[in-house]
């Protein structure tokens, strides 16, 4: 699959599924600062589609971006970082929470984790949340660049045996930095959200 056409089309922080309900959707999930809006603008080929900070926390709303035409990813606000309250931990899982339960076009989770850093518990909940939901999700080692070529392979393998509890069948690594491991992903992406028209 290439990705011909992007284009941000809204930002929601409920009534999900009333605002999408007939073309498949791909999620990222992962701790704030791992590069999920740097993966956006990686997979679409594009710069400032999805803002990138140095400071974690930027994405706070659930935000859908219209590829192609005929497919939604949706960029969920991160996790994890330093500083916040009760309230705004809360907040953000009744978010996530919400658009798991609501999203019926979602095909599948994709599960953001630096590639030198282990699973979070943040990161752990959210295969719950698929694994509850019956949705496939696949890691993505994000950051490879900042590994030697020769190790990504067995770090990639080190995150999978650390998910061995949670039906991990997938760890892909990817570089928004070095534009790495993108056709792979897009093609493993292509085979979930379109695998049931393909079966018909
Ligand atoms: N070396 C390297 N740095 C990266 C890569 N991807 C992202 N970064 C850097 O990591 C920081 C965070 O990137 P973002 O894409 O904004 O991360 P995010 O997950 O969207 O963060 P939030 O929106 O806060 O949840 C930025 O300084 C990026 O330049 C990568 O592949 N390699
Ligand atoms: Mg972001």
Redesign the pocket.
Known sequence: MRITSAKFIKSLTKDYAEFNSDLPEVA?V?????????????LTNQNKL???????????LVNYFLLNGNFYLV?L???G?ANVSKEELGQWDARMGGYFEQSPMLKVVLI?IDIRREPTEHDIAMIEYANYFGIPYIVVA?????VAKSKRKNECNRIKRLLKDYHCETVLH?????K?GKDELLEVIEGYLFAEEEEA
């Open positions: 990222l992962g701790k704030s600062n791992v590069g999920k809006s740097s993966l956006i603008n990686m999805a803002k990138v900070s140095k400071t974690p926390g930027k994405t706070k960029d606000p991160g996790y970082f953001l994000t950051k490879a660049d900042k990817i570089s928004s930095e070095d790495l």
